[in-house]
């Protein structure tokens, strides 16, 4: 069974920092995985996602994350934190073939400060 | 091009009650998946519809119910309303067709209050 572990609750950087946001996930098959971003009230989207191509994936806004599959890690990271990336992240695991159902992880609150 | 679109954004219910959530879907886009986000148990799958066919469940009750009609346009319902079923009811649409995992875009959700 797959499954995804968020190591950080909460992680608050200043803003011009790096931001680090850790991921770990567990899957009997090659996985395909996903960094979302829930802004306060808004739905979820899509920073980056992982699908069995280049190991070091880069998303929008700055953000990219390297697979590692001797770790089983997708840490998500930015070089510079800017006010505007303080939201909710989520890592997100499925299995690859016919399946929609995303397991999601517990999420990261990040809190930029000034 | 209009993203996903879901109504109502807000309603309130009482316990006992149904409830019927509506999602439309990116144009073009034939998969609708449904999430339940509470701050208990996070981000939980409810049911994902390609075609007017469910292709996939999550471990939700009976009482939890959707649908997909010909124009991609999905409901949902939740029937004798419980005060755990308050939450962030979430839908996501994408383009990708069977044996394909793509991205998903998500509407900004329907907020359900159970009293």
């Known amino acids: 069974a797959q499954s995804v572990t968020q190591l950080d609750s909460h992680v608050s950087v200043s803003e011009g920092t790096p931001v680090l946001l850790r991921c770990n996930y567990s899957?009997?098959?090659?996985?395909?995985l996903f960094w979302y971003v829930q802004h306060p009230n808004k739905g979820l989207q899509l920073l980056l996602k992982?699908?069995?191509?280049?190991?070091l994936v880069k998303g929008i806004n700055g953000f990219e994350a390297e697979f590692k599959k001797s770790e089983t890690s997708f840490h998500l990271t930015k070089p510079s934190a800017h006010m505007s990336d303080a939201a909710e992240y989520f890592c997100?695991?499925?299995?690859?073939?016919?399946?929609?159902?995303?397991?999601f992880g517990s999420g990261t609150r990040l809190l930029v400060r000034p | 091009k209009a993203g996903v679109t879901q109504t109502p954004r807000y309603l309130i219910k009482t316990r006992g009650q149904q409830v019927t959530l509506s999602c439309s879907p990116i144009?073009?886009?034939?998969?609708v998946s449904w999430y339940q986000q509470t701050p208990g148990q996070g981000l939980q799958f409810l049911f994902e519809?390609?075609?007017?066919?469910?292709?996939n469940k999550g471990n939700f009750p009976g009482r939890f119910s959707g649908r997909q009609f010909s124009n991609s346009r999905s409901e949902m319902n939740v029937s004798t309303l419980e005060l755990g079923d308050s939450a962030l009811y979430l839908c996501?649409?994408?383009?990708?067709?069977?044996?394909?995992?793509?991205?998903?875009?998500f509407g900004e959700g329907s907020r359900l209050t159970v009293l």
């Open positions: 899957s009997s098959y090659s996985p395909s």
């Open positions: 997100v695991v499925t299995q690859g073939g016919s399946s929609y159902k995303l397991i």
């Open positions: 992982y699908t069995s191509a280049a190991t």
């Open positions: 519809y390609f075609s007017e066919t469910q292709r």
């Open positions: 996501a649409s994408s383009s990708a067709g069977t044996g394909v995992v793509g991205e998903l875009f």
């Open positions: 144009s073009g886009h034939r998969s």
